[in-house]
């Protein structure tokens, strides 16, 4: 399983928005409880679109100005960038089927 990289406000720009390839963050607190139940499905989308996506996880307790910026209110909530920009999101748990569904979409 590949896990996806923290990133923090910190390292924003360099590990999101400057990347080429499509990159997904998954905006998630440690006691969120549907944020559990997501982080397997993304782990396993990590490894099934290695190469084409980068896979990267927020702690929105620990950042809270890219948290804003995005105006994400209730986790987990899934942001699809591409070239530096939002192309596609998810809000609360789904089931993967559907997670891979909207990020192929993201992805055209």
């Not at 590949?2 to 923090?8: E, F, G, I, R, Y």
């Not at 409880?33 to 997501?38: D, E, T």
Request: charged share 30%; aromatic share 8%; proline share 8%.
């Amino acid at each position: 399983m590949t896990k996806p990289a923290d990133v923090s406000d910190a390292d924003w720009e360099t590990d999101v928005l400057k990347q080429e390839k499509p990159v997904l963050v998954d905006f998630w607190a440690p006691w969120c409880g549907p944020c559990r139940m997501v982080a397997p499905i993304v782990e396993e989308l990590a490894d099934e679109y290695a190469g084409k996506v980068e896979f990267r996880k927020l702690n929105t307790d620990d950042n809270p100005k890219t948290t804003m910026k995005y105006g994400v209110r209730s986790i987990p909530t899934l942001l699809v960038f591409k070239q530096g920009q939002p192309v596609g999101q998810i809000i609360g748990f789904r089931p993967k089927s559907d997670l891979k569904k909207r990020l192929d979409e993201a992805l055209t």
